[in-house]
């Protein structure tokens, strides 16, 4: 294979002549076949912080150089993500908790993710192809280079650092896309009722609770602004990226340049594992992405059959609900592999699966159906997206291939245009089945329990009406077209915050699209409604003049500012006290307090330790926290006011107990308590959660099953994120850049919190997270003579040289 040309028909028939063969020897056939074919070389040049500039003739060859050096950095973490996407968890890793392994290998075998891998793979244009042979190739090479002790990370010597196929990589992208995988224990717990005293409930609540979560993308949100030439000082296009995604595991961003002369020149950052830029800009302009509120998931509860439970009534007729048994590997603990065969069911609309309130009982099964499934186009739309010269064909990505997953989309221009585009894939239900499941909402408890709580959409799975709608077209059957997405341009600002898209542009307010892209004209988190603050220039961060430059957008970003306590902290002092004496020393560190989640504003950790007792939902609704209603039109501003004292001051005096028994002060600052744990070093780190209301979000939680954080942390009495290790961050901003366009072009300046590598031993572990730590931004070397100077290291990649 030369270039970007890869010959298909003989991957296909070689696939087709081993077939027959034992997986191992299938995979080796592959390697080989694969390494016979290609012939690459590529340069990368490595910058002060270890971002790769990689460069090449072609994409099989950039792909080639981008495994190679991702692999560097991140090989463990790309191996365990392959190895997840095989289904062969439990093979490597034992059964898991709660036979946590066991449940992914079955929904992912079940589900027939590698399957539906090969129809994504043969309908790849030749040039994504060679692209994920060449990632292949490179991924290939630095594994049998680094074999055993020569992996100096830490997964040294372990057995499932392998090499893989592009079939492998395909998996991979499929699973990353879809919904329904992350819900494995939700899915592989289910089992039919026996007689009617028995309901197949899943007794382990903790992973019902997880699968939930799982839906909704707990741990990845994000913020995003997009400013036109009417809201930046040079009345060119200007951007602030700002994902919040994990610090740990297999979902972290990689930072790189990625240049094929006259074709791609693109800098940004990827999840692990795959080739591209999801995240980043080119010459001519520049997007993020933000977690949507869309729902790419539908539940179905299906009226079954009174003499038989796998059966289902549609319509006037019956289907049935299949059984599909797949055969898993599991190690026990002293490493014997073992086959463990387990059954998963499926009905037309999707597996059958089992939460809170959800039980497969004599009466109803529940199901859910996934907007993802073949959805092919994700590395191609991103490629388009990446070789787009201006926005209009930007737009044409998203029209052409209909593919972002789960994400909004927020761009700018060189030219000033300010973009907001919720092309996340839902399922195209009809009018009719919309005002069916709104009427629902008054009358079925539970529909009006998973929206209220979770904004899951039940639908009745036994009426033909409630199927997805298919539209000649759409790439995905059954999802919703391009033009019926939620869209809008403007030359002040469009935003997202995770909520829904109506306040894309607080000014020009969107209504009318599909229930499943989310709730409209209702109260939003208390972080939308900060960053509509900033962006609206309360604070004074664009200055007199209304405009803003990248500085002042990092400025308003770092500055911590938490919109709860400015809400709230007056009235909470207040009601401190009115308790008289006793409370003094507490009241007085709370007046203190200036609000905001900077390191050293002393009472932060005791105000997060009240607010805290309440549940995230008290953060958006009129109740328990506040007094008084939300007004559709000042969304911003309301709801607001402190609802009950009495319980205020109850949960205060809880917060002031968890403090003690931690052994902080009361006004302890997060300086003292909040820490991005690497390798068994704390390292002090700015930013609050969402219920404290701040824009620059880092969520605490127990990151102790990772290698790399180096500790084993335990909750503190019942609080509900410090541990004896503190706030240990978890998740939250990642890769952060913010840009503006000049007459020579793009300018910007960035950082990964939690830096470029995942290997203790990297001099790039902790580089950034320190820069982070303390605030300051570095710039990024995009056009040639930046790069050239800012070179630490330079190195061509030759495929006859690995072999």
């Known amino acids: 294979m030369q270039g970007d040309q890869f010959d298909a028909r003989a991957f296909q028939a070689l696939s087709k002549r081993i077939e027959s063969l034992p997986y191992d020897a299938q995979q080796r056939q592959v390697f080989d076949w694969v390494e016979s074919q290609n012939s690459y070389e590529v340069t990368v040049r490595k910058g002060p912080y270890g971002v790769p500039h990689i460069q090449a003739a072609d994409y099989g060859a950039l792909g080639y150089g981008e495994a190679y050096a991702a692999a560097e950095d991140h090989v463990c973490n790309m191996a365990l993500s392959l190895v997840q996407a095989r289904g062969e968890s439990a093979r490597y890793l034992g059964a898991g908790a709660n036979q946590s392994n066991i449940a992914k290998d079955a929904v992912v075998r079940g589900l027939n993710l590698r399957g539906q891998a090969q129809e994504a793979f043969a309908a790849q244009n030749s040039e994504v192809k060679a692209w994920l042979a060449g990632y292949t190739s490179g991924y290939n090479r630095y594994v049998r280079e680094h074999k055993g002790a020569r992996n100096s990370s830490w997964c040294r010597g372990a057995t499932w650092v392998r090499e893989v196929s592009p079939l492998d990589l395909m998996t991979r992208m499929v699973m990353v896309a879809q919904t329904l995988p992350r819900m494995s224990g939700a899915i592989a717990a289910v089992k039919p009722p026996k007689d009617e005293a028995v309901v197949a409930a899943n007794p382990d609540t903790e992973m019902q609770l997880a699968a939930l979560d799982a839906a909704s993308l707990e741990g990845m949100g994000s913020n995003g602004w997009a400013l036109g030439s009417e809201y930046t000082e040079n009345g060119k296009g200007m951007l602030l990226a700002n994902p919040h995604y994990p610090w740990y595991g297999e979902s972290r961003f990689w930072e790189k340049h990625l240049t094929i002369p006259g074709k791609l020149d693109i800098y940004g950052a990827q999840l692990l594992g795959s080739p591209g830029v999801s995240i980043g ?103 388009a997206m990446g070789e787009a010269t201006d926005l209009d064909e930007f737009i044409d990505a998203h029209r052409t291939y209909n593919a972002m997953p789960w994400v909004n989309t927020i761009a700018t221009s060189a030219d000033g245009r300010a973009l907001y585009l919720d092309n996340s894939t839902v399922g195209n239900i009809s009018d009719e089945a919309q005002a069916t499941w709104r009427a629902s909402l008054e009358k079925d408890p539970l529909a009006a329990q998973l929206y209220g709580g979770r904004r899951m959409v039940l639908l009745n799975g036994s009426d033909p009406k409630n199927t997805w709608v298919d539209e000649p077209s759409v790439p995905i059957s059954g999802t919703v077209p391009f033009d019926k997405r939620p869209r809008i341009e403007r030359k002040d600002y469009v935003f997202n915050s995770n909520d829904s898209y109506w306040l894309s542009s607080p000014r020009e307010p969107l209504i009318g699209y599909s229930v499943l892209y989310g709730p409209t004209e209702s109260a939003r988190s208390l972080r939308t409604r900060m960053n509509i603050r900033m962006l609206e220039n309360e604070y004074g961060d664009a200055g007199d003049d209304g405009r803003f430059t990248i500085h002042e957008i990092q400025r308003a970003l770092f500055s911590n500012r938490g919109l709860t306590a400015e809400i709230l902290l007056p009235s909470l002092v207040s009601a401190c006290r009115n308790e008289g004496e006793e409370l003094d020393d507490v009241c007085n560190v709370l007046e203190a307090y200036d609000g905001s989640l900077n390191l050293d504003s002393p009472g932060a950790p005791l105000f997060r330790e009240w607010i805290t007792r309440y549940d995230r939902l008290d953060t958006v609704n009129t109740g328990k926290l506040f007094k008084d209603s939300f007004d559709v039109t000042r969304p911003a501003t309301t709801p607001a006011g402190l609802a009950e004292s009495k319980q205020a001051v109850q949960s205060l005096r809880d917060a002031v107990e968890v403090l003690a028994e931690a052994g902080l002060p009361l006004d302890a600052s997060l300086r003292d308590a909040q820490f991005a744990w690497r390798a068994g070093e704390p390292i002090p780190v700015h930013g609050g959660n969402g219920f404290e209301g701040v824009a620059n979000l880092q969520m605490s939680g127990n990151p102790s099953a990772s290698p790399i954080a180096g500790i084993n942390a335990s909750k503190v009495a019942d609080s509900r994120y410090l541990t004896d290790n503190g706030y240990a961050v978890v998740h939250g901003s990642s890769f952060i850049y913010t840009l503006n366009f000049d007459d020579e072009g793009p300018i910007a300046e960035a950082l990964l919190s939690y830096s470029q590598s995942g290997n203790p031993h990297s001099a790039h572990f902790t580089d950034q997270t320190s820069l982070y730590a303390d605030k300051k931004w570095r710039k990024v070397a995009f056009h040639p003579d930046d790069v050239a100077d800012n070179v630490r290291s330079i190195r061509v990649l030759r495929s006859s040289d690995g072999r």
């Open 281 to 383: 800009f080119n010459k001519a302009l520049g997007w993020t992405h933000t977690v949507s509120a869309s729902q790419r998931l539908v539940l179905y509860r299906l009226e079954l059959d009174p003499t038989n439970p796998l059966r289902y009534r549609y319509g006037e007729e019956w289907r049935d609900i299949d059984a599909r048994t797949v055969n898993i590997p599991v190690a026990d603990d002293s490493g014997v592999v073992r086959i463990h065969s387990h059954t998963i069911y499926m009905s037309a609309h999707g597996p059958v699966l089992t939460m809170p309130g959800m039980a497969w009982d004599k009466k109803f099964a529940y199901a859910a159906r996934d907007a993802n499934v073949g959805n092919h186009s994700l590395l191609a739309q991103w490629k």
